[in-house]
Nanobody
């Protein structure tokens, strides 16, 4: 059974950086597509980034393009989310999840399966 554990969240000032980690166990990430999602208070969960296992294709929501980078380290069975130039609107609980299919770019629909427990990211001065 795939288990995902997020870490790396914290409090950072606007313009700062954080790197989130999603450590997987129970399954080889070489064969699993993984995405990062976030949920701010009072808002719906939204897809942020995902990486496709077969060819490392990446997808990003428009609001984080150019600032966030998703990557995969197969030797560590871990997926990372490097977040630069953070903004207060990035404040949320961030989750990693198995992605059963790539996001539908035309409709902005993201798909997700098993979740981790989440890690809090707070961007504030």
């Amino acid at each position: 059974q795939l288990q995902l554990v997020e870490s790396g969240g914290g409090l950072v000032q606007p313009g700062g950086s954080l790197r989130l980690s999603c450590a997987a166990s129970g399954f080889d990430l070489d064969y699993v597509d993984i995405g990062w999602f976030r949920q701010a208070p009072g808002k719906e969960r939204e897809g942020v980034a995902c990486i496709i296992s077969s060819d490392a294709t990446t997808y990003y929501v428009d609001s984080v393009k150019g600032r966030f980078t998703i990557s995969r380290e197969n030797a560590e069975n871990t997926v990372y989310l490097q977040m630069n130039n953070l903004k207060p609107e990035d404040t949320a609980v961030y989750y990693c999840a198995e992605v059963p299919r790539p996001p539908d770019v035309a409709t902005g629909t993201w798909y997700f399966g098993s979740w981790g427990q989440g890690t809090q990211v707070t961007v504030s001065s």
